[in-house]
């Protein structure tokens, strides 16, 4: 993984979580929905970093 597209996938991080907080307020959903979208959320990008990295073997889990 090159610095570019680790910078390219923060800046996109941050633009998801923005929209997620944007449209959890908009549509004023409760606190227990409302984690339960950020821990997916950092469910994911934590197991696209560690198959980024290598340690998560096998093609089972490709998030492209």
Do not use: E, H, K, N
């Amino acid at each position: 993984m090159s610095l570019v597209s680790l910078l390219v996938a923060l800046l996109l991080l941050c633009v998801v979580i923005w929209a997620a907080r944007s449209l959890l307020a908009a549509f004023g959903i409760g606190d227990p929905i409302r984690t339960v979208v950020y821990v997916v959320i950092v469910l994911l990008v934590v197991l696209w970093v560690v198959q980024s990295l290598g340690v998560l073997g096998g093609s089972s889990l490709r998030i492209r």
